[in-house]
DNA sequence: GTCTATATGACGATAGAC
DNA sequence: GTCTATCGTCATATAGAC
């Protein structure tokens, strides 16, 4: 009946799981158990078993989907931008969608900031090429906004780049709802501390 | 014989537990085996328990030591300090300290960072207390420098020292000696960033 | 104080009924 | 596909010898 074919339903179902996975991880933290995410995921846990082969291959893909959904919201808020914009213009507005991604408008990208590290080392090391791609698209808006001359000599991009996915990766230990500071608020002080630092101007 | 009294063999053997539980933490963050812990402190895991209570009661003290290390070394560089230094000189010298403790002066200091954001719900709130005395500390710090007009009108003083913790803590994922950058450099770059941001100037 | 040996319990993982 | 039931493993924790 349904002329456009929806997706399988183990497809859904699989979904379902990773959805509650990526809630319970951003919530507890690496050390969650399959039990919590199997209630939340309305199923036992043995049932998880259907879907994923290990505790291990449900942890890799909410981190795989962690950093692809940081990315995607990274990416559609810098190709949003005009073509006009400048290398610096094109960093405040990644600095602002990857700290709004953790706070909260994708339970994966917060998963996977929360946990990335907790890793044990097999783990880790799966992780790192997807980790990898990400921070070289940072190193490229870090690259060009430094060669534009945009970037003050004395600092050390690679450096400023760690440091600042610290300082939003963070955030997602701390920054909770009724705060008295909203996700954009903070997102713009994250901008303007990176960008003119703390000293009155 | 001896004069002076040394501290009691028990103390020490504590203390070695100690070192060698901040040493495995910070290698290996929350998860690392109690085994592991005894194997570095030369003994059998069920030795441990002569020592401490329970694996809980380790990390509390882990944690513990942690602060209060950070704590030592912040409060000595700002204590070296001049009594004519400016509220930002004791904030940079702050930031400097704390940054260094993290990256290898303390194991303590560099397991607590690495470790406080995989705690579970029990151990967190038990580490609450130490966490807020410290995190006070700088808010007298960062407080000073805005009563003085040093911070720019626009900084939410609360969103920066958070920042600054998650950059300064995030280190302890990523620094290594060999990378090309002196812990020093590193702590004046996060000084830098901090104060002036990206931007050339 | 530290050892060996063992108890305990939790959790990941599997098997088979439905 | 999900359930119940159970296995196996591993790490914390305890008991008692030395």
């Known amino acids: 009946m349904s002329a ?3 997706e399988a339903k183990s497809v859904r179902t699989r979904r379902r799981i990773l959805d509650a996975a990526a809630e319970v991880f951003s919530e507890q933290g690496y050390g969650a ?10 199923m036992k846990t043995g ?15 909410v981190l795989r989907l962690g950093i692809e959904g940081a990315w ?23 600095i602002r969608a990857h700290t709004l991604s953790i706070v909260g408008r994708s339970a994966y990208a917060t998963a996977q900031a ?18 990898r791609a990400y921070g070289d698209s ?17 600092i050390d991009v690679f450096v400023a780049q760690m440091l600042a996915f610290g300082a939003m990766n963070w955030t997602s230990e701390w920054f909770r709802d009724g705060l008295g500071t ?6 713009d002080q994250a901008v303007l501390v990176f960008f003119h630092g703390l000293s009155a101007r």
């Open 4 to 6: 456009a074919p929806r």
């Open 138 to 154: 940072w190193r490229d808006l870090f690259g060009a906004a430094q060669r534009a001359g945009d970037i003050d000599g004395e």
């Open 33 to 42: 158990r399959l039990s919590d995410i199997a209630e939340r995921a309305g």
């Open 182 to 187: 909203t996700p954009e608020q903070l997102a």
């Open 47 to 61: 049932s998880l078993y259907y879907h994923f082969d290990s505790r291990e291959d449900l942890v890799a893909e």
């Open 114 to 131: 929360r946990i990335v590290g907790s890793l044990p080392g097999e783990l880790a090391r799966a992780h790192r090429k997807d980790q």
């Open 72 to 94: 995607d919201q990274v990416a559609a808020a810098v190709g949003r931008l005009p073509s006009t914009a400048t290398p610096m213009e094109r960093l405040a507005a990644a």
